[in-house]
C-alpha cells in the first residue's frame, strides 16, 4: 500500500548544528516529495521540495536529497536557528496526486 | 485572495450529531484534500478530489463522507459523529500539474465529540 515512513520522531539539536530529517517511501513510481513546517497552532507550509529527476536540491540552509533506488528522502538543515523549531512533515505523491504524510518530526534547538 | 478558508474554526459535537466542514478556495485549484491532525499520528488523508464532481477515498475514510459540486469547495461530513473524530481538521488544494505541486492548507477546524 501507499506509506510514509518518517524518523526520527523528536530531534534536539544545539543551535548552530546541522539537523537530518530521514523519509522512506513505499511505491517506486512516485514522483514528487515536499516537506512541509508546521509551527504550534499555525497550518503547514511548503519549505522545499524535490523531485524524481534530481537528486539534490538546496534553498539557504535547507537542503532535500533523494535515492530513488532506496525509495529514501532526507531534509538537511544546517546552522539551525530558534526559529527553526516546529513540527517537520515529509510527503510523496502516489498514484492521482494522492499525496501522504509521515508522521512528523518535533525538532527543538536548544540555546 | 483569501487561499483556503475552512468554515467553522471550532465545534463541539455530541455523539451521534451529524455536521457538515466546508472548505472554500478560490485559486481555481483542481485538487482538494481533507486531512486530520492527531498528535503523534501526523497529518492523515480521510478524502481527495482531483477535479469538480469527482471524489476518492484516502487513509481513513471510514465515518466520513465528501462531496464536490462546485470546482471550489469540498464539503467534509460526519453522518453520526464519535469521540474518535475529535480532531484538528485541515483541507488543503493544489493547482494541476503533472505531478506534485504545492498544498495550500486552511487554517483547520477543530472538532471536539463528546
Known amino acids: 500500500g501507499e506509506n510514509v515512513e518518517q524518523h526520527p520522531s523528536t530531534l534536539s539539536v544545539q543551535e548552530g548544528d546541522s539537523a537530518v530529517i530521514k523519509c522512506t517511501y513505499s511505491d517506486s513510481a512516485s514522483n514528487y516529495f515536499p516537506w512541509y513546517k508546521q509551527e504550534l497552532g499555525k497550518r503547514p507550509q511548503l519549505i522545499i521540495d524535490?523531485?524524481?529527476?534530481?537528486g539534490e536540491k538546496k534553498d539557504q540552509r535547507i537542503a532535500v536529497t533523494l535515492n530513488k533506488t532506496a525509495k529514501h528522502f532526507s531534509l538537511h538543515i544546517t546552522e539551525t536557528q530558534p526559529e527553526d523549531s516546529a513540527v517537520y512533515f515529509c510527503a510523496a505523491s502516489f498514484r492521482d496526486d494522492k499525496i501522504i504524510f509521515g508522521k512528523g518530526t518535533r525538532l527543538h534547538i536548544l540555546p | 485572495n483569501a487561499g483556503v478558508t475552512q468554515t467553522p474554526k471550532f465545534r463541539v459535537l455530541k455523539t451521534g450529531q451529524s455536521m457538515t466542514l466546508l472548505c472554500a478556495q478560490d485559486m481555481n485549484h483542481e485538487y482538494m484534500y481533507w486531512y486530520r491532525q492527531d498528535p503523534g499520528m501526523g497529518l492523515r488523508l480521510i478524502h481527495y478530489s482531483v477535479g469538480e464532481g469527482t471524489t476518492a477515498k484516502g487513509e481513513v475514510p471510514d465515518g466520513y463522507n465528501v462531496s464536490r459540486l462546485k470546482k471550489q469547495n469540498f464539503l467534509l461530513g460526519l453522518e453520526s459523529a464519535a469521540p474518535s473524530q475529535t480532531s484538528v481538521y485541515f483541507c488543503?488544494?493544489?493547482?494541476?500539474?503533472?505531478?506534485?505541486?504545492?498544498?495550500?492548507f486552511g487554517e483547520g477546524s477543530r472538532l471536539t465529540v463528546l
Open positions: 488543503a488544494s493544489k493547482g494541476l500539474a503533472t505531478s506534485g505541486g504545492e498544498l495550500f
Open positions: 524535490i523531485r524524481s529527476n534530481v
